[in-house]
């Protein structure tokens, strides 16, 4: 299990994450709570997610478009066995499930709409059960390797920064500029 704990001005996150890794076929099996406490009423009713795990799963994805940029065609000519993804089983906020998509040129970006601002106390849990499929690790140096290690870097679900009461969706570039 892996719990961390953020604090951002006045909003403070923490993650639950039990994972699971199946090593045969790359996969992490992932149920994790996020707890979100004093968010701004301004972020009404619709919540987002970076899923960066997700940028490994087509060749249009914005990570896929950085690595043509750079001249590199090793993912666009790769087979499908080859990338990652991440297939989501269910997402509640407050023990009550909720609607959710992906944002249209933005796969790793997740949008959820719920009624967050009505609820009796001053927090939200987001609860999610989902699979990763873990990319090869040539593309970036994370992933599965030859040797069928998981390296992993930026792979579970997180809240989506917030800067000046906006939400900055931020796609991953592979850029290491944490």
Do not use: H
């Amino acid at each position: 299990m892996f719990v961390t704990a953020l604090s951002f001005g006045q909003e403070d996150i923490s993650y639950e994450i039990d994972a699971d890794i199946q090593r045969t076929g790359r996969n992490l099996i992932i149920r994790q709570m996020i707890s979100l406490k004093n968010l701004p009423p301004e972020m009404g009713d619709t919540l987002y997610f970076t899923d960066w795990s997700n940028a490994y799963s087509t060749n249009k994805s914005p990570l896929a478009q950085r690595f043509v940029e750079e001249y590199d065609r090793s993912f666009f000519l790769t087979t499908k066995s080859k990338l990652g993804s991440t297939s989501i089983n269910s997402i509640y906020a407050n023990e009550l499930e909720t609607q959710w998509e992906r944002l249209e040129n933005q796969c790793d970006i997740i949008k959820v709409v719920g009624d967050f601002q009505k609820n009796d106390t001053d927090s939200i849990v987001i609860s999610l059960d989902y699979k990763l499929i873990l990319p090869d690790a040539k593309f970036t140096g994370y992933g599965y390797n030859i040797t069928n290690e998981a390296l992993l870097r930026n792979w579970y679900i997180t809240l989506s920064p917030i800067y000046n009461k906006k939400w900055r969706n931020y796609s991953n570039l592979n850029l290491n500029d944490n």
